[in-house]
């Protein structure tokens, strides 16, 4: 059966080969995981027109599935963003880009491809200072894991670093003399230090004395947060937990661990802060994927119009 990969020129096969070339140069595993992931789509959608092998492939084939992609619905009955779009198209470009210098494939069919322009979408509800603390407080502090959610929250507030980085942090990543934490492959695979503050620092030494000895008593374990079994935290579950929790403090607002780094990025352009700085801590590769953030300091812009613009009362 050519669908189970026996041929060396059906989709499958060659797909696993090409993700294999991706973790030969050293590429992520979440990378390579979301990859292999949009291509099985990809795949999927060729077979359904009979297509199997890699050369059967043409450029109509592509721009149907670009259709389709644009088309398609999700159970709640909302469309695909345009970065879902984006993402799942380029990974069919890369992969045949791929088969095309390796002449696996005689042209690729996805080359010049136009994909869809990405909007520069604002970040949603960034929490003020007040509404921040009033999620601070939803943790019960005077319980084990309340202890252990609110260091996770000051963490979140304090660096701005992502769900999955935080879950990857190892006791050894914090430097409480100098004040930092060392973010080990973040995304695209790069460390970075981030500053963190004292609140924070305190939280996390009350979690290391009062709550983590009591969750895995093995000293060897490197782990910073754990759940309730004693293992790594799952980013998934955290994000589930930090959505309760922001909820819980009925705020109005909704979000997860990622509303903690828009606002981290706000808070600190609001207040001052050089672009280039926070774009160093947010770990972004270009300044631009910074920039956005300067458009939601609207407190800012209104203190500026309110300054220069003539017409006053």
Request: proline letters at 4%; a positive charge; aromatic letters at 8%.
């Amino acid at each position: 059966d050519t669908k189970t990969g026996d041929d060396p020129q059906s989709l499958i096969y060659l797909t696993g080969r090409y993700l294999e070339h991706l973790r030969v140069r050293n590429f992520s595993g979440e990378t390579v995981y979301g990859r292999g992931k949009m291509l099985r789509y990809f795949r999927l959608f060729c077979e359904q027109l009979g297509l199997t092998q890699a050369r059967q492939i043409t450029r109509a084939v592509v721009l149907n599935y670009q259709g389709y992609l644009f088309h398609y619905r999700k159970e709640d009955g909302t469309a695909l963003t345009i970065g879902t779009q984006k993402a799942w198209l380029a990974a069919v470009a890369s992969f045949f880009s791929w088969l095309t210098r390796e002449s696996l494939v005689l042209y690729n069919p996805a080359s010049d491809l136009e994909l869809p322009r990405k909007e520069l979408r604002l970040p949603k509800g960034v929490l003020n200072a007040n509404e921040v603390e009033a999620v601070m407080n939803v943790p019960d502090v005077s319980a084990p894991m309340g202890i252990r959610d609110r260091a996770i929250l000051e963490v979140l507030y304090s660096t701005g670093i992502r769900r999955t980085e935080l879950c990857k942090l190892n006791q050894g990543d914090l430097d409480f003399d100098r004040g930092v934490i060392r973010v080990d492959q973040g995304k695209g695979k790069k460390d970075r230090y981030v500053p963190i503050g004292e609140r924070a620092l305190k939280w996390v030494e009350k979690y290391l004395v009062e709550v983590r000895p009591r969750l895995c008593p093995a000293m060897s374990d490197p782990t910073l947060f754990l759940n309730t079994l004693g293992q790594r935290m799952n980013p998934n579950r955290l994000g589930s937990q930090i959505h309760e929790i922001i909820k819980a403090s009925a705020i109005g607002k909704k979000g997860s661990c990622h509303l903690f780094r828009h606002t981290f990025a706000t808070l600190l352009l609001e207040n001052g802060c050089d672009v280039r700085y926070v774009q160093e801590m947010l770990g972004h590769s270009k300044l631009e994927t910074t920039a956005v953030y300067t458009h939601v300091s609207m407190r800012t812009l209104k203190a500026m119009h309110a300054k220069y613009h003539p017409a006053k009362l």
